[in-house]
């Protein structure tokens, strides 16, 4: 069993920025990303594995990065900010190095282990 602790988000205007930290109890494989606004369906952000190689969703690339450090601590930095972005972001990890393969998207099904959460608003 993993357990995962999300830290960071909160509030900013269009084009900020906002870090989110997530730290995991024990090693992990892979570690992802995933954010749900109101209404709508859970969305894989971005994944990573933990020697390094990355996923991202279309409607981030560019603009977040993803990073992990001793395969128990990953960075999700987000910049240039858009009020689309305002939603639930969660922390996942998988103790599978297959979670997160370039080219298969970001999927929550490859994820067993999840945060609680935290709150990500973005205003225009």
């Known amino acids: 069993q993993v357990q995962l602790v999300e830290s960071g988000g909160g509030s900013v205007q269009a084009g900020g920025s906002l870090g989110l930290s997530c730290r995991a109890s024990g090693y992990t494989a892979s570690m992802g990303w995933f954010r749900q606004a109101p209404g709508k369906e859970r969305e894989g952000v971005a994944c990573?594995?933990?020697?390094?190689?990355t996923t991202y969703a279309d409607s981030v690339k560019g603009r977040f990065t993803i990073s992990i450090y001793s395969a128990r601590n990953t960075h999700l930095q987000m910049n240039s900010l858009k009020p689309e972005d305002t939603a639930m972001y969660y922390c996942?990890?998988?103790?599978?190095?297959?979670?997160?393969?370039?080219?298969?998207?970001?999927?929550?099904?490859?994820?067993?282990?999840w945060g609680q959460g935290t709150q990500v608003t973005v205003s225009s």
């Open positions: 990573i594995e933990s020697h390094g190689r």
């Open positions: 996942a990890a998988s103790l599978s190095g297959t979670s997160c393969s370039p080219g298969s998207g970001v999927h929550s099904s490859d994820f067993p282990y």
